[in-house]
């Protein structure tokens, strides 16, 4: 199950290491369950919209700093192995 994403938002997200699939298959954010995910976008939509209501933000913030650090985790992984096996010329 992919999620409601325009192509340049899924390209985006995927060079950012931002994405990747859970044990059922679904396009998730990396770091967050399919229903983190879900509501993280959905808040994000409200937000960009127009929504100003605060009641969700702290679950957002939450939400998004659990995702940076896995991201994080994962871009970290990708320089170490990079170190470790540089690319020849």
């Not at 770091?31 to 933000?57: C, M, N, P, Q």
Request: hydrophobic fraction near 30%; avoid cysteine; charge should be negative.
């Amino acid at each position: 199950m992919t999620l409601a994403l325009t192509d340049e938002q899924r390209a985006h997200l995927t060079e950012m290491r931002a994405l990747t699939t859970d044990e059922q298959g679904r396009e998730v954010l990396v770091g967050l369950t399919h229903a983190e995910t879900v509501f993280y976008l959905e808040y994000g939509r409200r937000r960009i919209a127009g929504e100003r209501s605060t009641k969700d933000r702290e679950r957002y913030l939450e939400l998004h700093e659990q995702h940076e650090r896995a991201r994080q985790q994962i871009l970290g992984a990708e320089i170490q192995r990079r170190s470790e096996n540089p690319p020849l010329h």
